[in-house]
């Protein structure tokens, strides 16, 4: 045979390589098999990746500040916070006019909810200065039309700020605010742009053009009205007496060819003084002239944060570095700590129940066991709510518990037993709504374990107890092992039966999660928790598996 016959590729029957049409073969089941699994796969992406992947972002996402205040955090960044005088008076300049826009969206109880998150107080502080920040402007407004009453009419601004046809526009300045206001409004706005700022009025008036840009795009954008015809933000005249008392001013207004010019140099030489910024704070409140106050702003100025996993661990980020809160709020390690040892014991109360029963279901006759199987199925059909609610009425010291325990003899009538608001209550209700979750798998397994091996022990001399432990025990191990993890998983992210009949002492983890979410709005914070439960979980049963092998657990 020849070398060319010999190295020639095998034909398919339609001609083609067979190598070729082996592998187009292959590559045509795997997208049909993906093409079939997809709907779960796409279902397990959008209800159980995605989530998780939002909680692990939101426990590290500290944007608002930093979009909220974004010409204060960079002024901020110059200032050393480590050092025992004030911010310098740029940086409460900015504050004032980032502040002041910010209450303009309704955005500054947001922020200083967030910063409430850290230290107590800020809340109040940004809630007063959003309602306090426009009696200065007010003063500046009446001083521009003491000068000249031009300056009380809207459209002198609008023709100073604005493009006119063949006019220069700022298009980064617009752009910039444009995104600022975008994600400072709580909706998309959806009205039309009707100004655009003057690269000339932007370069002579730097600060009271952006000022006015902002308020541009309020008003067009988010309000849907007509700049021109629009008050201004009183902001604006402070921004404006800002930018005329500025050094240089008078030169830069000399090479100026807008409109207004005469206006404009009326104001330079009227006398006018710098607005003193940090005294308008210390105004609306003295916690303005804190160090400690900035201090807070800076610490927590990023865009992302490490202070919600150290809150989550009963410690705090500060200038210096992560520092252990005060003794009076160390109260999550001990939750943490509550909710592993309780689900612990609530999984080991599952064990001792659940096993005797699970091996009566397996050893009864049918019909028996049918009878036994819906007595242990029947929480199931039962609402949790009121599973719960009827141990909150057994255990109460007037409740059925406690009478027959007097009514037999073992507690006195005037020393009722406290079973309900504290961990015997969430141990004893958890355990009951829980076993279900023990007896099933365990029931599984010990149905497929033979009786003739415990006849076969019994017959070569072991006694009952030993041909138990012996020869049945380790055979039911797998279904203790799947009702453990199963009891284990489920206790550990329970928060409605240990609200109800826990109290303050039998409350876990899960509690605290669900009540940032839902009442402090603290999601950072609920988010960093959930982050920690989860590893926590995945920690444990790494160990499970590495003691006692994931590959024993059965479910039947």
Request: net charge negative.
């Amino acid at each position: 045979m020849s070398d060319t016959a010999t190295n020639a590729p095998v034909l398919a029957a339609d001609g083609t390589p067979l190598k070729r049409s082996l592998s187009r073969a292959l590559r045509v089941q795997k997208m049909r098999a993906l093409a079939l699994i997809a709907p779960l796969l796409i279902f397990v992406l959008i209800s159980f990746i995605l989530p998780i992947g939002d909680m692990l972002f939101r426990s590290v996402e500290n944007q608002i500040v930093e979009n909220t205040l974004p010409y204060t955090v960079e002024e901020l960044g110059k200032w050393d916070g480590a050092s025992d005088e004030l911010p310098p008076e740029p940086v409460f300049r900015d504050m004032y006019f980032d502040l002041f826009l910010a209450a303009e969206m309704k955005r500054h109880t947001r922020l200083g909810s967030r910063l409430n998150y850290e230290a107590s107080g800020m809340s109040s502080l940004f809630r007063q200065a959003g309602r306090k920040l426009d009696d200065p402007g007010k003063d500046a407004q009446d001083t521009l039309e003491e000068i000249d009453p031009r300056w009380g009419e809207r459209e002198t601004y609008y023709e100073i700020f604005n493009a006119a046809e063949g006019v220069a526009v700022d298009d980064a300045l617009l752009s910039a605010q444009e995104k600022r206001i975008r994600w400072l409004a709580d909706e998309p706005p959806t009205g039309e742009m009707n100004f655009a700022p003057s690269a000339e009025a932007s370069a002579l008036l730097p600060l009271a053009a952006r000022v006015y840009t902002s308020f541009g795009v309020i008003t067009g954008l988010v309000d849907n009205r007509v700049v021109e015809k629009t008050k201004p933000m009183e902001s604006l005249y402070l921004a404006l007496v800002q930018d005329v008392t500025r050094p240089g001013f008078v030169d830069d207004l000399a090479a100026y060819n807008g409109p207004q010019k005469d206006a404009l140099a009326a104001l330079a030489t009227a006398g006018l003084t710098a607005p003193n910024y940090t005294q308008i704070f210390e105004d609306v409140d003295r916690n303005w002239a804190k160090v400690e106050t900035w201090r807070i702003i800076q610490t927590h100025s990023g865009p992302y944060t490490s202070g919600y996993f150290l809150n989550a661990i009963d410690m705090q980020k500060t200038p210096e570095g992560a520092a252990v809160q005060p003794e009076n709020k160390r109260v999550l390690i001990q939750l943490f700590i509550r909710t592993i040892i309780m689900s612990l014991t609530i999984m080991g109360a599952c064990i001792l129940l659940g096993y005797p029963v699970a091996w009566l279901l397996a050893n009864l006759p049918m019909r028996k066991a049918n009878i036994l199987m819906m007595l242990v199925l029947l929480p199931f059909w039962t609402s949790l709510l009121v599973r719960t609610s009827a141990w909150k009425v057994m255990l109460q010291q007037n409740g059925v518990v406690n009478d027959v325990l007097v009514w037999i003899g073992l507690v006195a009538d005037n020393d009722r037993l406290v079973l309900i608001n504290n961990q015997i209550g969430t141990i004893t209700a958890m355990t009951h709504i829980l076993l279900p979750f023990m007896i099933l798998p365990m029931y599984s397994v010990m149905q497929t374990i033979n009786p003739s091996y415990l006849r076969a022990a019994k017959s070569l001399g072991a006694t009952n107890w030993t041909a138990f432990w012996r020869v049945y025990f380790p055979q039911s191990i797998p279904g203790i092992g799947a009702g453990s993890i199963l009891v284990f998983i489920l206790s550990i992210g329970y928060y409605i039966t240990p609200e109800i009949v826990g109290g303050t002492k039998g409350v876990f983890i899960s509690n605290r999660i669900a009540y940032h979410i839902s009442s402090s709005l603290n999601w950072g914070l609920a988010a960093a928790l959930g982050t920690i439960l989860l590893v926590v979980v995945l920690a444990l049963y790494w160990c499970y598996d590495k003691i006692v092998g994931i590959d024993n657990v059965k479910l039947g």
